[in-house]
C-alpha cells in the first residue's frame, strides 16, 4: 500500500496528504522542526475528515508523525508531566513548547474556581504543548472515579463511589450517569480519565480500596467497569482501567506490595480486564506498582507483553502507575525506573515530581546507548498517537 505522498503549497506551510487506502488524510504544518531532517517539516493532527475511521488509515497517520518527530520529541512524547498550579503562567508556558510531553495529569490543586477557567486553562495548556516542532496535543488526564477520588469538587457531577452505584444502580442506570459525566470531562477539556478502578475488591485490598472497586465479585466488577469505560471510550475521553494485575496488599503510595496468590485466584484478579478488552473496549491500562514473581508490575515485560498484549490481545496504550510513589522510589531511581517500564512495555509514564528534563534526556541516553531499542520507543510513541488521532476522529 502506498501510505504517503508530499505536497508542498507556500512557505511556512506544508500539507502532507496520506492516502490511506480509500480515505485522505490532511496534516497541516508551518516551519521547520528544528535540530530535525528535512523531513522533519513541523504537522499537526486536523480532526480526521475521514467517516467510519478504521485501524489501518489511524495507523497509516500515526506512521507519519513518527516519521516526523525527532529522538527528544519522541522522548518527550511518552511521558506525562505535572503543573504548578490553576494557571499557565508565561515561564510555565515556554516550559511546555520546549518538553511537548504526551500527556499533563492534573490534580485538585490544579482545577480552577470556575469551569469557564478549567476550559481556558486546558485549552491553554494544549496550545502551548502543541504550538511549536511536531504539533501534537497532550492527553489532559485526571482521576474522575467517583467517591473519593474527585478533582473537580462542585463543578461538574459528583459521582457516586464505584461500589455505590454497583449496589444501587442497573447497569442502564450507571451508564447514563457515566455518559453524562464523560460528557462534561470532555467539555472541561479533559482527554484521559485515570479510571475506572477494574479490578475487584479483595481482603488484601480492602482497605486501600474500598469504595473505589465496584465490587469483590469479579463478574459484578467486569459489568459495572466495562459500562464506565464504554460510557467514556464513547465520548471521547480515554478511560484507563487500573490497577493491572492488582494492587496487592500494602498502599504503594507509602510500601512495596506484594502478589502472591494461585493461578485460579490470580485468573479471577485479571478476569475484569480481560471482560474489557473482549466486550467493553478497553483502550488504556493502568500497571501497579505491586510486585510479581519479583518485579514490580509496571516494570514486567511477562504481564505487559505476554498477558496483556499476547494472551489477553490488548491493543491500546500501557500506562504506568505514578514513580513518584514510596512503594517503587524506594528501591529505584526515577531515572533508571522510567527507562526500565518503558523497556519493559509501558507505553507511558506517568511521574508527578517534576523533572521531566532528566526523565526525558534518560530514555534519549538509553536509546542512544542500547539500553532502550529505539523500535521499543518508536512502538509506545506510534500507539499514542493512535489514541489521540481516535480522539480527534470521535469528534
Not at 161 to 183: D, I, K
Amino acid at each position: 500500500m502506498k501510505c504517503f505522498r508530499f505536497l508542498p503549497l507556500a512557505a511556512m506551510m506544508v500539507f502532507f496528504i496520506i492516502s490511506c487506502g480509500r480515505s485522505p488524510v490532511v496534516i497541516e504544518g508551518a516551519g521547520a522542526a528544528g535540530s530535525g531532517t528535512a523531513g522533519e517539516a513541523a504537522a499537526v493532527i486536523s480532526r480526521p475528515a475521514w467517516p467510519g475511521t478504521t485501524e489501518e488509515v489511524l495507523a497509516c497517520h500515526a506512521e507519519r508523525l513518527l516519521s516526523l518527530m525527532t529522538l527528544k520529541e519522541k522522548c518527550s512524547q511518552v511521558l506525562f508531566m505535572p503543573l504548578n498550579g490553576s494557571s499557565l503562567p508565561e515561564e510555565e508556558a515556554a516550559v511546555l513548547r520546549a518538553f511537548k510531553p504526551g500527556g499533563i495529569i492534573l490534580f485538585k490543586f490544579n482545577i480552577p474556581a470556575t469551569l469557564k477557567k478549567v476550559k481556558l486553562f486546558t485549552a491553554a495548556v494544549s496550545t502551548a504543548v502543541s504550538a511549536e516542532g511536531v504539533h501534537v496535543a497532550p492527553f489532559i488526564a485526571v482521576d474522575h472515579e467517583g467517591g473519593i477520588v474527585q478533582r473537580f469538587r462542585d463543578l461538574i457531577t459528583i459521582l457516586p463511589p464505584p461500589s455505590g452505584a454497583a449496589e444501587t444502580m442497573t447497569p442502564e442506570e450507571a451508564r447514563t450517569l457515566y455518559l453524562s459525566s464523560a460528557g462534561e470531562l470532555k467539555d472541561a477539556g479533559i482527554s484521559m480519565n485515570l479510571g475506572p478502578v477494574l479490578e475487584p475488591l479483595t481482603a488484601e485490598t480492602g482497605k486501600l480500596l474500598a469504595g473505589r472497586s465496584f465490587s469483590a465479585d469479579p463478574d459484578i466488577a467486569a459489568a459495572y467497569g466495562g459500562v464506565f469505560i464504554a460510557a467514556m471510550n464513547g465520548k471521547g475521553v480515554l478511560a484507563v482501567a487500573k490497577h493491572f494485575p492488582g494492587s496487592g496488599g500494602a498502599d504503594p503510595h507509602a510500601l512495596s506490595s506484594v502478589i502472591d496468590i494461585g493461578a485460579e485466584e490470580f485468573a479471577s484478579l485479571v478476569y475484569p480486564f480481560r471482560e474489557a478488552v473482549e466486550k467493553y473496549g478497553l483502550r488504556g491500562v493502568m500497571m501497579s506498582h505491586a510486585y510479581v514473581d519479583g518485579v514490580p508490575a509496571l516494570m514486567s515485560a511477562g504481564l505487559i507483553e505476554g498477558m496483556l498484549r499476547k494472551d489477553m490481545r490488548f491493543t491500546g496504550l500501557v500506562i504506568s502507575d505514578d514513580l513518584i510513589m514510596s512503594g517503587l522510589s524506594k528501591s529505584y531511581s526515577m531515572e533508571d525506573a522510567v527507562v526500565m517500564a518503558v523497556a519493559a512495555g509501558c507505553d507511558m509514564v506517568i511521574y508527578s515530581g517534576g523533572r521531566p528534563a532528566a526523565l526525558r534526556d534518560s530514555l534519549f541516553k538509553a536509546v542512544q546507548e542500547g539500553r532502550l531499542p529505539l523500535p521499543r520507543l518508536n512502538q509506545a510513541v506510534r500507539r499514542i498517537l493512535i489514541e489521540k488521532l481516535r480522539l480527534q476522529a470521535a469528534g
